[in-house]
């Protein structure tokens, strides 16, 4: 394995460029997209390394299930320094893990929350709560709904309550909370991975703004809506729900719904910028994955050689 057992856990920083210029020069659904492949391929390998570190480094401490040939010389030069990398790697591995089952905990509970505190609500895709403080998200879910409360409609007009539920039901067309736990996921493995997460979240509430001004048909109409809302509302409950004024940089969102619709997705060339970014992405990520494959194989090897039949 040797050092190529350790690139999978620096590799992602060959992202961080993409994560920025694909939010503003792609079209959002490729941005979208790309952002999320790339962070789940990363995430993924990135863990699979710490695991293969985990298992060299904890195979000769005293005590542990694995068997005792495990422990032999030649499963131990397979990784430098396999004393501190090993042991430090456990440590890593049980804190992204814990990191990750929290985030999927925390996100039932907030689904069977909201479900539970819908339910004596009429039935249908929108859910108005009799409440004054302003919001509106989405519950993902089997039938999924749009939650809004009458403080927020009654801050808007007609208009801008179109360009609300036009905006609520992309997120759930598009199911833009799998993209976000997604990503949410893999920044718990690797937070390496953060400026991706964070980049994605604004990917997708431009997504969406960019369906609500299609289903409007004003682009003008869905700033200011936009940008009205985002003075009065609050955040959802969770970071994977998505909200019609989510925090971040709402000020980018209206200034792009102020230009020219943006092009239909296409890979862009790569003497562009952001074409360059995404291709040196695309390069790490599979790097990582060839990475991770090669030390899988040969520790298994490694190991199928030194364990008695």
């Not at 409440?131 to 808007?156: E, F, W």
């Not at 360009?163 to 067309?173: D, T």
């Not at 976000?180 to 893999?186: D, E, I, K, R, T």
């Not at 009205?228 to 909200?243: C, D, E, G, K, R």
Request: glycine share 8%; charged share 15%.
């Amino acid at each position: 394995m040797g050092v190529f057992v350790l690139l999978p856990l620096v590799l992602p920083l060959t992202a961080w460029p993409m994560a920025r210029l694909a939010a503003h020069r792609l079209h959002p659904r490729a941005a979208t997209l790309l952002l999320s492949g790339a962070s789940a391929a990363l995430g993924l390998c990135s863990t699979l390394c710490l695991g293969l570190l985990a298992i060299v480094g904890t195979a000769q401490l005293p005590g542990n299930p694995l068997p005792d040939s495990w422990a032999e010389p030649e499963v131990r030069e397979a990784v430098p320094q396999d004393e501190v990398v090993g042991e430090t790697a456990v440590g890593a591995l049980a804190a992204a893990f814990l990191s990750g089952v929290s985030l999927l905990v925390r996100h039932c509970r907030v689904r069977r929350r909201t479900e539970r505190a819908l339910k004596g609500l009429p039935g249908g895709r929108v859910a108005v709560l009799p409440d004054q403080t302003p919001y509106a998200h989405t519950v993902p879910g089997r039938l999924g709904r749009i939650v809004v409360s009458t403080g927020m409609l009654a801050n808007l007009d007609s208009a801008a309550r179109r360009v609300l539920f036009a905006h609520e039901r992309s997120h759930l067309a598009n199911r833009h909370h799998r993209y976000l736990l997604l990503a949410g996921l893999a920044a718990r493995l690797n937070p390496c991975l953060r400026p991706l997460r964070t980049a994605l979240a604004y990917t997708v509430e431009r997504w969406a703004d960019e369906d609500a001004a299609r289903a409007v048909g004003d682009r003008l109409v869905t700033a200011r809506a936009v940008g009205a809302a985002a003075l009065i509302s609050q955040s959802p409950p969770a970071p994977f729900l998505t909200a019609f004024a989510a925090p971040g940089p709402v000020p980018r969102r209206v200034a792009a719904l102020l230009g020219p619709a943006p092009n239909a997705p296409t890979w862009q060339s790569l003497f562009t910028s952001v074409g360059l970014a995404a291709w040196a992405a695309a390069a790490g990520t599979a790097l990582s994955a060839m990475s991770s494959a090669n030390s899988a194989v040969t520790l298994f090897l490694i190991l199928r050689a030194v364990t008695p039949l």
